[in-house]
């Protein structure tokens, strides 16, 4: 599976981005999909993933962020909200089997600079 990503870039604080993971292959419903970022100096994170439309945020984006899935067009959006500087960070797309840990797909990575 290849996943392509789409939307970083520059925002001031307070602003919106919408990132975008196109998957080469359809969404399966033993599948997640999702958005995890790295920041600098820090450990990469769990932003958001979604899975038969359940979808799962971490804590530092709840009601911020939002994410959803057009299974039509294999691709997952990431709507940011409110950002803040300390959102700033490599954002990559994870696309991984929800039993098997060892079936695990990354995208590129698209970098999110929040800054006025």
């Known amino acids: 599976v290849q996943l392509q990503a789409y939307g970083g870039g520059l925002v001031q604080p307070g602003g919106s981005l919408r990132l975008s993971c196109a998957a080469s292959?359809?969404?399966?419903?033993?599948?997640?999909m999702g958005w995890y970022r790295q920041g600098p100096g820090k450990q990469r994170e769990l932003v958001a993933d979604?899975?038969?439309?359940?979808?799962k945020y971490g804590d530092s984006v709840k009601g911020r962020f939002t994410i959803s899935a057009d299974n039509a067009k294999n691709t997952v959006y990431l709507e940011m909200n409110s950002l803040r500087p300390e959102d700033t960070a490599v954002y990559y797309c994870?696309?991984?089997?929800?039993?098997?840990?060892?079936?695990?797909?990354w995208g590129q990575g698209t970098l999110v600079t929040v800054s006025s």
């Open positions: 994870n696309y991984r089997h929800r039993w098997l840990s060892s079936v695990d797909y």
């Open positions: 292959r359809s969404i399966r419903s033993d599948y997640v």
């Open positions: 979604i899975t038969e439309g359940s979808p």
